[in-house]
């Protein structure tokens, strides 16, 4: 993910009834406000001042201001690469895994060839991050598990607008 401040990464949020789409009216949007440095190494801060970001060798770190930073997307990878995070205040841990290295995002109109990550929640929930290399996070889908153990698309938000310097 590029980070620097003043870059930013907005996305349009959808819900999903059944098999019909319908937007929300409000944006998602990851804005890089500044930097900081954390045992020599230089973290990014979000606008909401909750989350930090890095890049490392492998791949983009998350850290809340509290808590112990988590390998958040590997990258570079291959499809079946996995691994545990423990993201944010509740400190769960999660399993994580690269589901594929060349997935196709539409982005206004130009396809993206996009890393595919799941995450497993807690429950019967599970999130996909799409991510473009030199680019950033594309679409996040979360997918909640019926009865019938069948994945159900609740909610997705697609990249609407990014700057990049």
Known sequence: MPL??????????????????NKIDSVWT???????????????????????FTNKNNGLWAKHPFYPADLFLKYPGKVSDEWLRQ???????????IISTD?????????????????????????RYYAAPGL???KIQIFQSSESD????????????????
């Open 103 to 127: 997935y196709p995002v539409v982005i206004n109109g130009i396809t993206k060839r996009c890393y595919a990550y799941e995450i497993k929640y807690l429950g019967d929930l599970r999130r």
């Open 30 to 52: 990851i804005s890089i406000i500044s930097d900081t440095i954390i045992n020599n190494h230089k973290w990014y801060v979000d606008h909401s001042k909750s989350i930090l």
């Open 87 to 97: 993201i944010g205040p509740a400190r769960h841990y999660e399993n994580a895994y």
């Open 136 to 138: 950033g996070i594309t």
């Open 4 to 21: 620097e401040v003043g870059n930013y990464w907005e996305y349009g949020i959808y819900e999903y009834s059944g098999s019909e789409l």
């Open 150 to 165: 069948a994945s159900i698309l609740k909610q997705e938000s697609r990249l609407q607008n990014y700057k990049l310097k």
